[in-house]
């Protein structure tokens, strides 16, 4: 008896076991059969087909169709009409077979899946669906918001499921605001959840957030519109305050630019009475400075590529500051007191340096790379703030406490300081006044330097550099005030400030015009700018 039910339950078991095979294999049969129908609709190279074969290979189930669509929507899946077969190119280059992932060859015939506007807002959609369930966290936010972005009410069942799973509450937010889309596009929601979607879609408060409200149906019910209108008239305002917000950070960012350009022209101009143009060469050589550090570099150790401003900085400090020595022993200091003759001469300085730059570095753009700390950006609120410009601005405020504290702890900072307010004094005291002009232009210049270093990376690095801040900075400098640093700070931030909110209504040239005509009548009335310092420019 015993024997007998061991052998039953030994059949039974395997009646099971073949019962589950049987199962897998014919759900894996339907999987197949779904890809393989999805597949040959991609080989008519007709748009409708080729939405029928998206949502088929989507709906499949079949391992392989994220893959498959994401090489469609790569531009990497291609058909051969005359074979009915599709291949993908792999991101190396090689080729494999759509349905079997085997390599295969590709014809000579074989071409291009070809999508539009349309297929491609489906298949976002649909890719964002396939991957809402991902482990990896990065791709379940970019999939449920490409799924916001396609309002495609088919996908709220998978919404649905994804919800019910997700646990970070940055992705579940996002997961909410793509349901609400979703409902508020679809024909069968009753008003209730529409008005509720609304207010979801309302507290996101972006672009897209209003475009979809804007763009509800004018036939709808008396209560989602009136939601809807009340929800845009409040984005409405708080955009237009992260828009003030967002000018006024391009301001604070134009405005460190400005001071890192003008506050070695503000030492050299302010402190010395010297009119230097060639100031903006000296942030072109700090800038083709930090070129030649990661061209070196990348030759012989990439790996360190991200320290090579680290290396920059104080080497264009270095080289420029040097240039500047020499020029003011060898051309300066024999045109104290003749400013038309110093301007000249430093103008015909700067067309020498920048015609040598030419010959050694070509007249072309030089490729200055970002290191990763410097590169992306970040949200913040309706704010969108880049890297580079905040580690700027953060450069900028360093190098002003750096020279603010050596002018005033510092012995070469002190002896400075004397020989600006009275020099005979100064002289009869014992400090050598013709080193101090040497070493104070050769300061000037290698702050300028450094401020190419910066300006690396947000402009283009070219002879002409310098060109586009040199009058920039006279202007920051004369009217914060000749000699004065704290001027210079306040200059340059007010002017970026201005001009930034003046470009969007009068527009970039215009908007230059307007704060250079009020920069004529300020100083007009103030001619030793806001921040006035008795200097020897004047006392001459």
């Known amino acids: 008896m015993r024997i007998l039910s061991a052998v039953s339950f030994a059949v039974l078991l395997s009646l099971t076991v073949l019962a589950g095979s049987l199962a897998a294999s014919s759900a894996a049969s339907a999987q197949g059969a779904g890809l393989e129908q999805g597949l040959q609709k991609f080989t008519t190279d007709d748009f409708s087909d080729t939405s029928e074969g998206i949502g088929a290979v989507a709906a499949s189930g079949n391992p392989r169709a994220a893959d498959i ?55 976002d ?122 000018n006024a950070w391009y301001g604070l ?51 360190l590529f991200g320290y090579s401003l680290i290396v920059a900085i104080p080497l264009a400090f270095v080289v420029t500051g040097a240039a500047g020595v020499l020029i003011e022993r060898s051309i300066i200091r024999f045109l104290y007191g003749r400013p038309l003759e110093t301007l000249l001469a430093t103008w015909g300085l700067s067309l020498i340096l920048q015609q040598l730059v030419r010959t050694i570095f070509g007249p072309t753009n030089k490729d200055v790379g970002n290191p990763s700390w410097m590169s992306g950006a970040f949200d913040l609120g309706g704010m969108t703030i880049t890297y580079n410009r905040l580690w700027i601005i953060v450069f900028a405020m360093i190098v002003f406490v750096a020279l603010l504290a050596m002018l005033r702890f510092i012995r070469l900072g002190l002896e400075m300081r004397a020989v600006t307010q009275n020099r005979a004094m100064a002289a009869a005291m014992g400090i050598r006044t013709a080193r101090i002009d040497a070493l104070t ?6 702050i ?84 006035a310092l008795k200097g020897r420019a004047v006392e001459a």
């Open 69 to 123: 669509l994401g090489a469609l929507q790569d531009g990497r899946l291609m058909f051969d009409a005359a074979s009915k077969t599709v291949f993908i190119k792999t991101a190396a280059g090689a080729v494999v077979n759509a349905a079997t992932g085997r390599p295969a060859m590709l014809p000579d015939s074989a071409d291009n899946v070809r999508l539009n506007n349309r297929l491609r807002g489906a298949l």
């Open 253 to 303: 960012s134009l405005g460190s630019v400005l001071l890192l350009a003008a506050i070695g022209l503000a030492i050299t101009f302010g402190v010395m009475g010297v009119i230097n143009m060639a100031h903006g060469e000296m942030v072109m050589l700090g800038a083709y400075v930090t070129f030649v550090v990661q061209q070196v570099i990348r030759a012989y150790d990439p790996s």
């Open 125 to 246: 959609a649909v890719m964002g669906t396939l991957t809402l369930l991902s482990p990896d966290p990065a791709k379940r936010l970019d999939a449920a918001q490409a799924v916001f972005k396609s309002r495609d009410p088919k996908t709220l069942p998978a919404l649905g499921t994804a919800l019910a799973r997700e646990k970070n509450s940055r992705i579940r937010r996002v997961l909410q605001e793509a349901r609400a889309a979703a409902i508020l596009s679809s024909d069968g929601a009753d008003d209730a959840a529409k008005v509720a979607a609304i207010a979801m879609i309302r507290d996101r408060g972006d672009q897209d957030s209003l475009a979809l409200l804007q763009s509800l149906p004018k036939d709808s019910p008396a209560n989602v519109r009136e939601a809807a209108s009340a929800a845009v008239a409040r984005i409405g305002r708080s955009l237009e305050m992260w828009s003030l917000l967002q």
């Open 441 to 446: 232009f050769g300061l000037g210049s290698g």
């Open 448 to 531: 300028a330097g450094i401020a190419g270093v910066a300006l690396s990376q947000i402009d283009n690095v070219s002879p002409n550099l310098g060109q586009g801040y040199i009058i920039d900075s006279f202007l920051v400098v004369v009217f914060g005030g000749v000699g004065n640093l704290w001027g210079t700070l306040v200059g340059a931030l007010t002017l970026g400030v201005a001009n930034k909110f003046l470009e969007p209504f009068a527009g970039a040239v215009l908007g230059k015009i307007a704060i250079l005509v009020f920069i004529i009548l300020f100083i007009q009335k103030r001619p030793r700018g806001m921040f």
